[in-house]
DNA sequence: TTGTCAAGGACGAATGTTCGTTCTACCTTG
DNA sequence: CAAGGTAGAACGAACATTCGTCCTTGACAA
């Protein structure tokens, strides 16, 4: 018997997943061939085939994965010192895994896979649920900041941990599509949102 | 010579537009094909390749519209009566065209132009031209207030402007992927970012 | 260590399908 | 009735996937 070592099989999965991940990024899911990957990843189609049975099971991949990283980055900021509110943003930075990309790119994955969701019941479910978790770790937050007096009670905490997840998703959107300028840096983003946050109560004109 | 009413012609091409959104919405720019767009708009090819010489030019011709939409929703608000800040995402509201979708609609169709104008540098140029002029619109808005006093003057309007315009983009990704439930409805929204903006100037934990 | 072997892994041409598009014949209209 | 409009079959290209073949690998006996 010549069981190849296991460590293998896993590395020639990443080999794929990671090759797919750039041809997606590139062209989106249903515009990248079969024949993209298989040359991004240097193999050829009955050495992917057999690591995966098709096509949406790649793209099904590589979605979960990503979640799976923002995720990651939202539970690691709950055990983590709390953060300002105005750190928020910060958390997606977090998101990148490092062989591949810088954020900017994750920003970009993310858009393909929420555009994906609309069409996949079985990713829009995977999707739902991470930000579910997320606007858990981030009421949390908020919740602690009404508590200390940072923050008016009189609001439930949903409906402003929602609006701060709505700026994570408006952070992505905006360094996906217009990359690394003065708009994407976060520092500069943070300082914005901190000018807004401290703006008079009664906003109107 | 049998020429028929120009405005049957603009009504045909209306009618291939507004069924080839339906399909881009339910699918995707390139999981939907011309035959699911030729079932939509219950026409056959030869009718459809009358008016579009291509499928790009269909994806291209939705895709404008959708963005010219958007940019005449921030164009009313600069005429318009000044609104408090909070009130910037109720201008999404506005890009709804009647006959084809409630808002949630146009918000997914926005998502799949996202996803399409990383791969499509025309469409992304096109889009950046658009938020350029929203924040310009938005920017306005920001400086206004703070000429008033409403809002610090110690931060560029550009990076207030640009958290604002996240938050529309962020509300459009919610909407888009979480349907009509309480987070996606704009009076919460404003609710919790109006608490938002009055918390105490140094949140910190 | 080294030679042998069976099974796992990789290849790439072949397959059937579906795609976007075109073409020709027919119909409708002013 | 002529020109514009429509239909739907037909086309080649490109697609995802499969298959037969060949190569590589690790286990094991010597």
New interface residues.
Partial sequence: MARMPKEHLEARRRQILDAARRCF???????TSMQDILAEAELSAGAVYRYFKSKDDIIAATASEALAELAAAFEADESA??????DIVDVVLQVDRPPLSGSRESA?FL??V??????SPLL?TK??TV?EEARRVVGGLVA??QRH????G???A??????????????L??R???GHD??TDSA??R???????????????
């Fill in positions: 990024i590139r062209n989106g899911f249903h515009a010192a709390p953060p300002g509110l105005d970009q858009v393909q929420w555009a994906e969701a609309l069409r829009r999707l739902q930000m602690r900041h007096g940072l923050l008016s009189d609001v439930p949903e409906q402003v941990a929602d609006v701060l997840m709505a700026l994570v998703d408006g952070f959107v905006s996906a599509v217009y003065g708009r500069a983003f300082n914005g949102l901190r000018a807004l946050m401290s703006a008079s109560g009664r906003a109107h004109g």
